[in-house]
């Protein structure tokens, strides 16, 4: 569903900025993860996942799914900026792989460890303003 509602929304949002309304498009993670996560799955959709398709029985890829940021990375028309929050920084230092599998989109990626909620305010130039205002 949220590949679905990236490519909708780049969809609509793919002859902007115009010279009228000029901004840039980014996509915030604020709890980017490690761009992966485990698909918690009932014992009966497992089993009918091996008995349709035997390679998820394997250790590795059973219960892997790709996560927010991955499938940010995938949508076409893309963003300007994809900007990936993640407090944790072993799961910080795994983001960084997003970087190889994207070449292309490497030096549009920022990937920060720490937490999100100071340094979105910060990125909107709100480190001093009450907490009710946004960017």
């Known amino acids: 569903m949220l590949a679905r509602y990236l490519q ?9 900025p115009s010279e009228e309304r000029p901004f840039r498009k980014a996509y915030i993670d604020a709890f980017a993860g490690a761009g992966y996560r485990e698909e ?6 497992l089993t009918l996942q091996v008995l349709l398709f035997s390679d998820l029985a394997e250790r590795e890829t059973q219960g892997l799914i790709e ?3 991955s499938l940010a990375l995938r949508t076409q028309p893309g963003f300007d900026k994809y900007i990936l929050f993640e407090r944790n920084p072993s ?4 983001l960084e792989i997003l970087n190889e599998k994207s070449p292309a989109l490497a030096a549009d990626i920022d990937i920060r460890c720490g937490d999100a909620n100071v340094q979105i305010r910060e990125i909107c130039g709100l480190a001093a303003v009450a907490s009710h205002k946004t960017c």
Not at 40 to 45: A, D, G, N, P, S
């Open 40 to 45: 918690r799955r009932e014992e009966e959709q």
């Open 8 to 16: 909708s929304h780049s969809t609509a949002l793919k002859d902007m």
């Open 67 to 69: 996560g927010a940021a």
């Open 91 to 94: 799961r910080c230092q795994q």
